[in-house]
């Protein structure tokens, strides 16, 4: 089953069950995704899926520091649980420390990279991730850390 074809169905069960957040944030998921599918011209493959999700996730972490800095806790508390139910259907994701070592596993492979190869060290780190969730500024944050001998 589909993202999509699972989204679709939990939108009957949260109807149903009179969900209003949970009903809401499904449609607001599925909207995204047939815009997506729409602009391709082909239905989506399950990568492409899990990017538009992860893109949703984006949105709401960034609405959430925008509510918290214009103290809007109601707003931000709203935008955390739909982080959650989207999360639902996303591969778990990958811990801060094994960011940490991966990271360390490619420098190591890497010889002794300096500054001007974060980019480098950064697109090889991800290639290790492929497939699974992680965040691109805590990787960053890593590397960095990590070329600068912190």
Do not use: C, H, W
């Not at 499904?26 to 992860?54: F, G, T, Y």
């Not at 959430?64 to 989207?86: M, S």
């Not at 697109?123 to 600068?148: C, Q």
């Amino acid at each position: 089953m589909t993202i999509t074809e699972q989204i679709q169905k939990d939108i009957v069960a949260a109807m149903k069950a009179r969900e209003e957040l949970r009903l809401s944030t499904l449609r607001m998921a599925k909207s995204a995704l047939k815009n997506k599918e729409i602009d391709k011209r082909a239905p989506l493959d399950e990568k492409e899926e899990l990017q538009v999700l992860s893109t949703l996730i984006k949105q709401r972490k960034d609405s959430v520091e925008q509510f918290t800095k214009g103290n809007r806790p109601e707003l931000a508390a709203k935008e955390q649980q739909e982080i959650g139910i989207i999360e639902g259907y996303m591969p778990k994701a990958v811990a801060p420390e094994d960011v940490v070592a991966t990271v360390n596993a490619v420098i190591a492979e890497m010889g002794s990279p300096t500054m001007k190869d974060m980019g480098n060290v950064m697109k090889a780190a991800m290639a290790r991730f492929a497939g699974a969730r992680v965040d691109g500024k805590l990787v960053s944050e890593t590397v960095k850390n990590a070329l600068a001998g912190k």
